[in-house]
């Protein structure tokens, strides 16, 4: 079974900042997607990043960059100039490459960007 | 626009009735879609995968018979609370897969049984 591990429950950074929210996960299959997900005071599930298991390049999303590393199933999220609206709570997620394949979830990650 | 919606928004009800949430794929026909249930300042719990023309797939521990899940048609699936108490009321979400990489979610439906 695959699982996913988000250790830092609550961060806060200043306005401008870099912060880096840490994900690990746990699987035994070789092919899969992993995922950023924000969900903002709205509760609206956001999708920040996604990155294929397959592809050694890490994904890049404006602002959002992650680190992956396949061998030391660690998934991190980095958040450049960090913005008042980037205060939400963060999801790292997991999924096998079937459409019909259900999403395992982190704990999340509560992000307080501070002015 | 929105991709998946999700009715009611809100909805309070006496404990003992029963609440019907609707989940539409607006964009796509989804043979399968997912119910997820999350309470304040929690994650997302998986609860069930709904299947389209077949029974829904409960995750273990969900009670099969209180949380009823209908896929009639690739557009619409429905879960109902049967019975709901106050420890039903949570926050529902759906979500509704177009590829295995691009997942939608519904705006949530807060329940609350008084």
Known sequence: AQTVTQSQPEMSVQEAETVTLSCTYDT????????????????????????????????TENRFSVNFQKAA????????????????????????MNRDDKIIFGKGTRLHILP | ????????????????????????????QA???????????????????SNEGSKATYE?????DKFLINHASLTLSTLTVTSAHPEDSSFYICSSHRRADTQYFGPGTRLTVL
């Open chain 2, 60 to 64: 273990q521990g969900v009670e099969k």
């Open chain 2, 31 to 49: 043979t399968t879609m997912f119910w997820y249930r999350q309470f304040p300042k929690q994650s997302l719990m998986l609860m069930a995968t």
């Open chain 1, 73 to 96: 199933k660690s998934f991190s999220l980095k958040i450049s100039d960090s913005q008042l609206g980037d205060t939400a709570m963060y999801f790292c997620a997991f999924s096998l």
């Open chain 1, 28 to 59: 035994s299959e070789s092919n899969y997607y992993l995922f950023w997900y924000k969900q903002p005071p709205s509760r609206q599930m956001i999708l920040v990043i996604r990155q294929e298991a397959y592809k050694q390049q890490n994904a």
């Open chain 2, 1 to 28: 626009g929105a991709v998946v919606s999700q009715h009611p928004s809100r909805v309070i009800c006496k404990s003992g009735t029963s609440v019907k949430i609707e989940c539409r794929s607006l964009d796509f």
